[in-house]
């Protein structure tokens, strides 16, 4: 049974920094590119970067309140762990934070291409 369980949330002031880690288990998760999305309240899930399997290819949303040059998503094959390094938060980047995989190397923006999720993680950033 596959797992993805998301650690690492919490409340943060506007400027911090927090990391976020997702756990996999029950998949060859070497083989798998792993995304980050976001669910902020009253909005809809949203992209926000990923981490292609081999040689670290990365991708990051940039658009609207763009997190690129903010987080940095890196991985960790013998734990298992994907991280999402979030830097000079913003009271906009409040949202539950969730991690899934799909298999292959595309790095795919699209919430239903992707295989497996975690149940989420909630980051919360004070003024």
Do not use: H
């Not at 798998?32 to 949303?61: D, H, I, S």
């Amino acid at each position: 049974q596959v797992q993805l369980v998301e650690s690492g949330g919490g409340l943060v002031q506007a400027g911090g920094s927090l990391r976020v880690s997702c756990a996999a288990s029950g998949l060859t998760f070497s083989t798998y590119t792993m995304g980050w999305f976001r669910q902020a309240p009253g909005k809809e899930r949203e992209f926000v970067g990923g981490l292609a399997y081999g040689g670290g290819r990365t991708y990051y949303a940039d658009y609207g309140d763009s997190v690129k040059g903010r987080f940095t998503i890196s991985r960790d094959n013998a734990e298992n762990t994907v991280y999402l390094q979030m830097n000079s938060l913003k009271p906009e980047d409040t949202a539950v934070y969730y991690c899934a995989a799909v298999r292959g190397r595309t790095i795919l923006i699209r919430q239903d291409s992707y295989d497996y999720w975690g149940q989420g993680t909630q980051v919360t950033v004070s003024s």
